[in-house]
């Protein structure tokens, strides 16, 4: 198999991927509660624009390895194996930290 996509399209399918992720955040009414004052559209776009580094990233490193793709292949065949294999490892507790303090502020607002 091999993708059918250029790397134009994988830059717009990062950009789509995340963009209905903060839209769905700006529609709801949870952003303006807990964020009283905030510029939600300005935070969004700021987002974009240092997130497109990463986006052509992806998009460059998926059409120059069109047959696999994925972190884990991106930083085995760049760096090593066992850099792709442990990253994750790291990264899992982190993003778990950043839920978890998250849905305490969250629970310390409501209580407040």
């Known amino acids: 198999m091999v993708r059918e996509m ?27 509660y807990y964020l009283p004052g905030s510029n939600l559209a300005l935070s969004i776009a700021l987002c974009l624009l240092v997130m497109l ?20 292949v991106y930083q085995s065949r760049i760096l090593h194996p066992a850099i792709g294999f442990a990253f994750p490892f790291i990264g899992l507790p982190w993003f778990g930290f950043a ?7 969250m629970l310390w607002q409501r209580l407040a």
Request: include cysteine.
């Open 6 to 32: 250029n790397a134009f399209d994988v830059a717009w399918w990062g950009i789509a991927g995340t963009g209905g992720l903060y839209l769905l955040f700006y529609f709801m009414p949870y952003a303006q």
């Open 53 to 72: 580094p990463l986006y052509a990233l992806y998009a460059s490193l998926a059409s120059a390895m069109p047959r696999a793709g994925g972190d884990y």
């Open 99 to 105: 839920c978890l303090s998250r849905s305490e502020v």
